[in-house]
């Protein structure tokens, strides 16, 4: 009854259902396949306007890559939001909170146990995307750059981001313990708000500066490049205005704990009857 | 078994907002015994048995293992083992990591999870996935649940609904069983008849406060007679002087320990002339639905049983 049993046992409840492994197939084939489609796109784009490179488009590599979080991120936040709501949903709360009656310490230990399977999950897509975008890239005639160290650095932040995004769907999973509800809100806000906010922010210069701070605009400043810092119709200026990589991790973590702590104080600790 | 624990809840009330789930209730479950735990649904025994377990908050009062509260226990798996309902599992998983998945957050070895499968009898059953199990198998894991840390105290919540007639048989000598090893064994039931082969004490609530609190076999002998005199006052005098029991039952008095003949005597010597003095032959179910009132009318005024102080 400490938190490494705790936590052991968060991750054989995540490890003994199907779960985790279908999430990580779909999380390799969509972001592999948007990474090649992406890849595909912009070679095909310089390709076509010979060397007269658009700035942003000056590291296309880096954009391509970066879509293992840009777009996978939703995968490790669902995973979180999903075995958090399952809990409620199964009434699993009651064999937990009788094996181990401290619920603070069940909680903390599904945040990191989340946080190592989104990170697990930021390999899977880092895969997919370098992978199938890098080999497109080659194969048309772009660079794949895997010899350059902005690369790696973008991998691994990719694989930081996921990770809290893990923690981020624990808290979200406590904050809103209905299963249902849970997924519509994820799908709706990561699939359609969120990008129609970024799009509609950087319009201006003051709406661009809140929207930074949009979980999914500080995701891709902790990475460092996304497919939405060249989409602005603000243009460049606008567009690119993002955190720097450790705002933008502060950001996540902060809404990971925020959420959790929510969580916490509102479902977690209630009367599990 | 080292030490034996007994189960102490002592003016434990909880209300939902307006709604008072357990009111003021008090008893104690000793060790080496099966103690039912009896009383209709909804008369408050589920919330009873979460609070005790620490998953339901008391508005106030207490309820403890030994001196301890569940939260308190050093380690609750291993000194309470619990089975509340047939429903805790994710259906996606086998029977054998659900087991392994708490026995690891307890600190339990992970020997114990195969071996009290084969003790319920799931041992050929256990890789499957509990999704496809029937509730008495579902009823059965979840005894091996309550089992998993070898617990001195055991806490079943309804542990024979859904049990086909050979699982009832085999759950009444099994409790039997582990109540002869020492431990305490506390089973609810809204069904009398269905524990009542194998219980040696009950306690009874109804709408969240208790109305009897012994042996079985004292609930069976309440055959209970019914007095009643203009001189009331005179009559309870005489009756206590005699050493009767004496409760106040709708308009008449009850008397438990004396029978008829015995009352009507004591009312004569005394001078006290009679209104009422009727025999009331209750089996242990009459007893029973007595008690927990399920006669008066649905939505009427619940018969009162007021204890009159000693």
């Known amino acids: 009854m400490n938190l490494v049993n705790a936590t052991r046992a968060e991750f054989s409840k995540l490890l003994t259902v199907r779960l985790w492994w279908i999430l990580a197939i779909v999380l390799f084939v969509y972001v592999g396949f948007t990474a090649g489609l992406l890849a595909g796109v912009f070679t095909g784009l310089i390709d076509s306007t010979g060397d007269q490179l658009p700035a942003a488009l000056a590291d296309v590599h880096l954009i391509v890559y970066s879509s293992a979080s840009s777009i996978g991120y939703v995968f490790p936040v669902l995973l979180g939001a999903l075995v958090t709501t399952s809990e409620f949903r199964h009434q699993t709360l009651t064999p937990t909170f009788l094996a181990n009656p401290r619920r603070g310490q069940v909680l903390l230990a599904k945040v990191i146990t989340l946080a190592v399977f989104g990170a697990f999950y930021g390999a899977v897509a880092v895969a997919a995307s370098v992978g199938v975008g890098g080999a497109v890239l080659s194969v048309t005639g772009g660079d794949a750059m895997l010899d350059s160290e902005d690369t790696w650095l973008l991998m691994a932040r990719a694989v930081v981001a996921m990770a809290l995004w893990g923690a981020v769907g624990v808290g979200l999973g406590a904050v809103v313990p209905n299963q249902v509800a849970v997924i519509v809100i994820l799908l709706a806000f990561t699939q359609f708000l969120e990008p129609v906010l970024r799009l509609g922010a950087s319009v201006w210069e003051w709406t661009a500066r809140l929207g930074q701070y949009l979980p999914g605009a500080a995701s891709d400043a902790l990475v460092g490049a996304s497919v939405f810092s060249i989409a602005g119709p603000g243009g460049p200026s606008a567009s690119t205005m993002m955190l720097e990589w450790w705002q933008g991790g502060l950001v996540l973590l902060a809404m990971a704990l925020v959420a959790t702590a929510i969580g916490y104080f509102t479902t977690w600790k209630r009367d599990v009857t | ?310």
Do not use: C
Not at chain 2, 92 to 109: C, V
Not at chain 2, 192 to 204: C, F, G, K, N, T
Not at chain 2, 266 to 289: C, K, M, Y
């Open chain 2, 1 to 310: 078994m080292a030490t034996q624990t007994s189960i102490n809840v002592s003016h434990l009330s909880k209300s939902f907002g307006s709604v008072e789930a357990v009111s003021d209730l008090s008893f104690s479950v000793q060790p080496g015994q099966v103690t039912g735990f009896l009383g209709p649904n909804g008369a408050g025994k589920t919330t009873t048995l979460r609070i005790l377990l620490g998953l339901v908050a008391a508005s106030s009062g207490s309820a403890t293992f030994g001196g301890q509260t569940y939260r308190e226990l050093p380690r609750p798996l291993a000194m309470v083992g619990t089975a509340l309902e047939a429903s805790s599992f994710h259906p996606g998983r086998t029977a054998r990591d659900h087991l392994a998945i708490y026995a690891t957050a307890a600190a339990i070895d992970r020997t114990r999870v195969d071996l009290v499968l084969d003790q319920v009898g799931l041992g050929g059953l256990s890789r499957r996935r509990v999704g496809g199990y029937s509730l008495g198998m579902r009823q059965r894991l979840g005894l091996a649940f309550a089992l998993l840390g070898d617990p001195r105290v055991l806490v079943l919540d309804e542990p024979i609904n859904g049990l086909d007639p050979e699982g009832i048989r085999w759950i009444r000598a099994f409790l039997r069983q582990l109540a002869e090893e020492g431990r305490t064994v506390l089973v609810s039931s809204h069904l009398l008849s269905e524990v009542h082969q194998s219980v040696d004490s009950a306690v009874i609530i109804s709408r969240g406060r208790l109305v009897y609190e012994g042996s079985l076999a004292g609930l069976e002998s309440t055959a209970r007679v019914l007095v009643d005199a203009p001189d009331r006052a005179g009559l309870v005098a005489a009756l206590r002087a005699a050493g009767a029991a004496i409760e106040q039952v709708g308009a008449a008095l009850s008397v438990a320990s004396l029978g008829a003949a015995e009352v009507g005597a004591i009312a004569h010597r005394a001078g006290v002339s009679l209104s009422l003095l009727n025999t009331e032959q209750a089996g242990l179910e009459d007893a029973f639905l007595a008690l927990v009132g399920a006669e008066s009318p649905p939505g009427g005024v619940p018969a009162t049983t007021e204890r009159i102080p000693a």
